[in-house]
């Protein structure tokens, strides 16, 4: 199985900031990455595809880049309704595996 | 839009069998572009991918290794749903499940279910 590893596990952060989150692939998964928002007690929202391309009625706000093993996903200035837990999960094979997760508090 | 409605019990006890609906509203649990999943989330094992049943001219069925001799997930055509049974559970299957669509094209969970508290105790 592919391993995700995010860092950090949590930050805080004031409304905004410049957030960036890393994610690590224990191999290379040719950017297929997505990056998925998560509110207490709430589904994860899909928020971009293929390590940077951004689903549908997501705010500009947020972008991914990264190649090979190594992908970030970054907040470009946070809004209130941005603190929440972030995953990044790869597609590359069976079977699909999340990172643990990267929590944003507010400063 | 597409919808994903969660149906089942949030008590199941030890060594007994879990079983829980993800009714599609929106889209076809048939379609050739969309893999319908199972996911579950708890604190001890975070976010992890189950299993997965997809229509491509015929049926096929994948599973993660951890669960794969304990479980099941079927579509039905009829309702337009897919389901999920895990069998011989324990405390450690205590989790939120949910299911998600995955289409062909992002390959990502984009529809999520609302999620199903599952706790294993007698």
């Known amino acids: 199985d592919i391993q995700m590893t995010q860092s950090p596990s949590s930050l805080s952060a004031s409304v905004g900031d410049r957030v960036t989150i890393t994610c690590r692939a224990s191999?290379?998964?040719?950017?297929?990455l997505a990056w998925y928002q998560q509110k207490p007690g709430k589904a994860p929202k899909f928020l971009l595809y293929?390590?940077?391309r951004l689903e549908s009625g997501v705010p500009s706000r947020f972008s991914g880049s990264g190649s090979g093993t190594d992908y970030t996903l970054t907040i470009s200035s946070l809004e209130p309704e941005d603190f929440a837990t972030y995953y990044c999960?790869?597609?590359?094979?069976?079977?699909?595996?999340f990172g643990q997760g990267t929590k944003v508090e507010i400063k | 839009q597409v919808q994903l409605q969660q149906s089942g019990p949030g008590l199941v006890k030890p060594s007994q069998t879990l079983s829980l609906t993800c009714a599609i509203s929106?889209?076809?649990?048939?379609?050739?572009?969309?893999?319908w999943n199972w996911i579950r989330q708890s604190p001890s094992r975070g976010l992890e991918w189950l299993g997965r049943?997809?229509?491509?001219?015929?049926?096929?069925?994948e599973y993660a290794a951890s669960v794969k001799s304990r479980i099941t997930i079927n579509p039905d055509t009829s309702k337009n749903q897919f389901s999920l049974q895990l069998n011989s559970v324990t405390p450690e299957d205590t989790a939120v499940y949910y299911c998600?669509?995955?289409?062909?094209?992002?390959?990502?969970?984009?529809?999520w279910g609302q999620g199903t508290m599952v706790t294993v105790s007698s």
């Open positions: 998600a669509r995955a289409l062909t094209g992002t390959y990502a969970f984009d529809i």
């Open positions: 929106g889209d076809s649990v048939s379609s050739n572009s969309a893999a």
């Open positions: 049943t997809y229509y491509r001219s015929k049926w096929y069925n």
């Open positions: 191999q290379d998964i040719s950017n297929s």
């Open positions: 293929a390590a940077s």
């Open positions: 999960q790869q597609y590359y094979n069976i079977p699909r595996t």
